[in-house]
T-cell receptor, first 114, second 111 residues
Framework: DAGVTQTPRHEVAEKGQTIILKCEPV?????LFWYRQTKIQGLELLSY????????DGGAFKDRFKAEMLNSSFSTLKIQPTEPKDSAVYLC????????????FGEGSKLTVL | QQKVQQSPESLIVPEGGMASLNCTSS?????YFWWYRQHSGKSPKMLM?????GEKEEGRFTVHLNKASLHTSLHIRDSQPSDSALYLC???????????FGSGTQLTVMP
């Protein structure tokens, strides 16, 4: 079975650029999450979709971060414009309703903003 | 302020020893807890979940939950070097699988 696929694995951007990260969840999963991970803040929830509907839009992350779920098997996270403090690993995870919160994470997209 | 607090931030135990990790939620709506493990350079993977008061054991791993204090703990007996990883606690409210994670405990098991 294919797990969660994230692309690109690494991205280097200049301050002010727009970047788009992509995620393909596990086939058949209903829930999709975007998290940001840094050593200082840990794992922070950015967005949460249930059956393609946006359930959580990340509060403090709303301004420059926009996640979309174009269909049940593809999601994007756009950061516009990027800032150096956005440097982090962005993790996508999916889960199946009824599996009690067992998230399957992708390998992550490591973003460096110069 | 983090809604899920973990302690200690880092922990070193000798091989064969017992590792004890703690996690508390400040959100009174929380009902469910999970423990995830993340090896260096890898993505987190679920280790155990606990939803009811009491204790749950799986092999060398035991989790405890006290719902009144919103505190859970993970205990690893006979720790192995392969257990060295970042251990993340997650919590969610009733009716939601929106997991909020703590900052983690970095466990190092010394051979």
């Amino acid at each position: 079975d294919a797990g969660v696929t994230q692309t690109p694995r690494h991205e280097v951007a200049e301050k002010g650029q727009t970047i788009i990260l992509k995620c393909e969840p596990v086939s058949g999963h209903n829930d999709l999450f975007w998290y940001r991970q840094t050593k200082i803040q840990g794992l922070e929830l950015l967005s949460y979709f249930r059956s393609k509907s946006l359930m959580e839009d990340g509060g403090a992350f709303k301004d420059r971060f926009k996640a979309e779920m174009l269909n049940s098997s593809f999601s994007t996270l756009k950061i516009q414009p990027t800032e150096p403090k956005d440097s982090a690993v962005y993790l996508c995870a999916s889960s199946l309703w009824g599996e009690a919160g067992q998230l399957y994470f992708g390998e992550g997209s490591k973003l460096t903003v110069l | 302020q983090q809604k899920v607090q973990q302690s200690p931030e880092s922990l070193i135990v000798p091989e064969g020893g017992m590792a004890s990790l703690n996690c508390t939620s400040s959100d009174r709506n929380v009902d469910y807890f999970w423990w995830y493990r993340q090896h260096s350079g890898k993505s987190p993977k679920m280790l155990m979940s606990i939803f009811s008061n009491g204790e749950k054991e799986e092999g060398r791993f035991t989790v405890h939950l006290n719902k009144a204090s919103l505190h859970t703990s993970l205990h690893i007996r006979d720790s192995q070097p392969s257990d060295s990883a970042l251990y993340l606690c997650a919590a969610a409210s009733s009716g939601s699988w929106q997991l909020i994670f703590g900052s983690g405990t970095q466990l190092t098991v010394m051979p």
